[in-house]
């Protein structure tokens, strides 16, 4: 069965860096689109950035462009978010997320992913 299991938040002061893990099994990763939402307390669960299965498009939520990056590893089964700059509204818990073969049109919806990893904790102190 298809696995996600994130890594890699923690606490951070704002200017600083993480770099989130999502390391998949149970899937033909290369054949999955693979994307971040993140949750803050009180508010709706939302897209931050995904990454095509064919891993030629990427897709960002506007307040995270130029500052998060994310890319693929399928040798490794693998998907990094990387995070400059952080603020303090990036404090949420991130989830990684997955889709066989989803359409690039389709990366930023919610309701188009099958799959969603248990979620790890970044904070984000101001």
């Known amino acids: 069965q298809v696995q996600l299991v994130e890594s890699g938040g923690g606490l951070v002061q704002a200017g600083g860096s993480l770099r989130l893990s999502c390391a998949a099994s149970?899937?033909?990763?290369?054949?999955?689109?693979i994307g971040w939402f993140r949750q803050a307390p009180g508010k709706e669960r939302e897209f931050v950035a995904a990454?095509?299965?064919?891993?030629?498009?990427?897709v960002y939520l506007d307040s995270v462009k130029g500052r998060f990056t994310i890319s693929r590893d399928n040798a490794k089964n693998t998907v990094y978010l990387q995070m400059n700059n952080l603020k303090s509204e990036d404090t949420a818990v991130y989830y990684c997320?997955?889709?066989?073969?989803?359409?690039?049109?389709?990366?930023?919806?919610?309701?188009?992913?099958?799959?969603w990893g248990q979620g790890t904790q970044v904070t984000v102190s101001s």
């Open positions: 149970g899937m033909p990763f290369s054949e999955y689109a």
């Open positions: 990454i095509g299965w064919s891993g030629s498009r990427t």
């Open positions: 997320v997955a889709d066989f073969r989803l359409h690039d049109y389709n990366l930023a919806q919610k309701g188009a992913y099958d799959y």
